[in-house]
């Protein structure tokens, strides 16, 4: 089994054309295949080197790894198709000298021009073969005289082409709505069907999985196998992945590249994870599972008709699951970049990545995503009594709980740090007793001073997080943090301003 993923360098990978790659590697991984990357960069005026770069780095970030194709060895390169046009060229001859194929030198205008009467009437706005009789002799002398010409198909008439889709059964075309199709324009450059088949035939491709929207141009291509005389490869057309609103996943709907989704802090495991499930399941009422296993139980045959709708908030709670799994110093390289942003971090020495590696989880614990730790862990970096007294109601509410704001004033500087939980509780014991008070009104005011947040972690978890990073050095690069004692006595002058 080979398969093959062509993304045309043009752009940021997109999310749908991501699950095509998906779904290649999934069947070469589960089947014991080769997977090839090819980079269809024939249109010269938008294909870059910067596109096809940070595609391969988005496969690579989703673990789409290739056995062959570009930055890689293989016995059927070059696997770019602006690397090809000498293949293309020379097997256009062969087509020329079987008669299957022939000269056009028909112009722009001569073919709007009979576009427009075919639609008029109602036809289909096909090419209507009038170059069709010219000899190879004659062509070849009008060439020669400075006349251009494109190269067609001569494609056979009233016929029907049926293929076998894996997805979608059996699929028909009558060539009568096809006509002539160009092979090679008039500067030397492939057409996108003449290219694709000899790229699949001599690449060895075994099966062709793609998005529906390719459905129309399969005929065609199977013409060309046929004009060659080549077997065509297995062929499977799935669903397009669409937004809630059922249109096509487009910028209107948010995110729509990997590189989005990978900047706002999704795991690649869990986007991976996600687009298998957008119109196949792995059965037996599982959905979250890795890579390898996905790969070991996927079937084209079970892949659904149906387009599958990208709902963000599936995908919230797939990546929240996996950064429930993630080690916590891999959480804390991923999200240096939000807090470097923030400024809250101007250089990852070991002491910082060790600190942020014990309170990252603690923040992404109750995020959707990476680029939100940021709000999570502000009570940590950016912490002011005065703007949170800005607030009347939170103002109001300290003024009525000055007991416990003095009381843990009082505690906090004449006490050790509480740098776990035993002494964090330890305190809020002497509290209630010295104040009398317990529950949400005695810990609600420790959490407006200490934190300087309404809401937020757990205060056996925060208090702690926020005692340790007072200790870490100045040259971590961390931002320094406060720690209780300085919090308590800056909200009881604040209040008292």
């Known amino acids: 089994m080979r398969v093959r993923f062509a993304p045309s360098p043009t752009g940021q990978l997109h999310v749908g054309n991501a699950r095509t790659a998906l779904f290649n590697w999934l069947l070469a991984r589960g089947g014991d295949g080769t997977f090839v990357l090819r980079i269809e960069d024939t249109d010269a005026e938008r294909s870059t080197p910067e596109s096809e770069q940070a595609i391969v780095e988005d496969l690579q970030w989703l673990g789409l790894t290739w ?7 293989g016995d059927h390169g070059p696997y770019r198709q602006s690397e090809r046009t000498h293949i293309y060229r020379a097997h256009a001859v062969e087509l020329l000298s079987l008669k299957h194929a022939y000269h056009c030198f028909c112009l722009p205008e001569d ?21 069709r009789e010219i000899s190879r002799e004659d062509a070849r002398k009008r060439i020669e005289g400075g006349e251009t010409a494109v190269i067609r198909l001569r494609v056979p008439e009233n016929r029907d082409v049926v293929f076998a889709d894996l997805v979608r059964g059996d699929v028909r075309f009558n060539t009568e709505v096809i006509g002539d199709f160009v092979l090679l324009r008039s500067d030397g450059s492939p057409a996108y069907n003449y290219a694709v088949v000899i790229d699949d035939a001599l690449m060895e491709i075994s099966h062709v999985i793609r998005g529906e929207d390719h459905i129309s141009n399969t005929p065609r291509q ?40 990978r900047e706002r802090g999704y795991l690649p495991e869990a986007l991976a ?32 008709h149906s387009a599958g709708v990208f709902d963000v908030d599936k995908l919230a709670w797939v990546n929240r699951h996996y950064l429930k799994l993630a080690a916590p110093e891999r959480l804390a390289q991923l999200s240096l970049s939000y807090l470097e942003r923030e400024g809250w971090l101007t250089g990852a020495s070991p002491e910082a990545l060790a600190y942020l590696a014990a309170v990252v989880p603690l923040g992404a614990a109750s995020v959707d995503r990476l680029e939100q730790i940021s709000a999570r862990l502000r009570f940590l970096f950016d912490y002011s009594a005065a703007r949170t007294l800005e607030d009347e109601g939170l103002r109001a509410e300290a003024l009525g709980a000055r007991p416990v704001i003095d009381a843990l004033a009082d505690d906090v500087s004449t006490n050790g740090p509480m740098v776990d939980r035993e002494t964090f509780r330890a305190m809020v014991g002497r509290l209630r007793e010295r104040t009398g008070l317990k529950g949400k009104a005695l810990l609600h005011p420790i959490r407006l001073v200490l934190t300087g947040e309404a809401e937020g972690l757990e205060l056996d978890l925060a208090v702690p997080a926020i005692e340790r990073g007072a200790l870490v ?25």
């Open 67 to 73: 056995d062959e194709g570009v930055e890689k060895s």
């Open 111 to 131: 073919l709007e021009r009979e576009r427009y009467h075919a639609l008029r009437e109602g036809l289909p706005p096909k090419y209507s073969g009038r170059c």
């Open 222 to 261: 199977i013409l060309l196998y046929e004009a060659f005389g080549w077997r065509p490869p297995v062929f499977a057309h799935v669903s397009l992945v669409l937004g809630p609103d059922h249109g096509v996943l487009s910028k209107r709907h948010g995110a729509t590249s990997v590189k989005e989704f």
């Open 273 to 304: 994870n996600y687009l298998a499930l957008l119109g196949w399941s792995p059965g037996e009422d599982q959905e979250l599972l890795p890579l390898d296993e996905l790969a070991r139980r996927f079937r084209l045959e079970n892949v659904g």
């Open 473 to 497: 050095g100045p040259s971590s690069g961390l931002r320094p943090i406060p720690g209780a004692a300085a919090r308590a006595t800056a909200f009881r002058a604040a209040l008292s301003a």
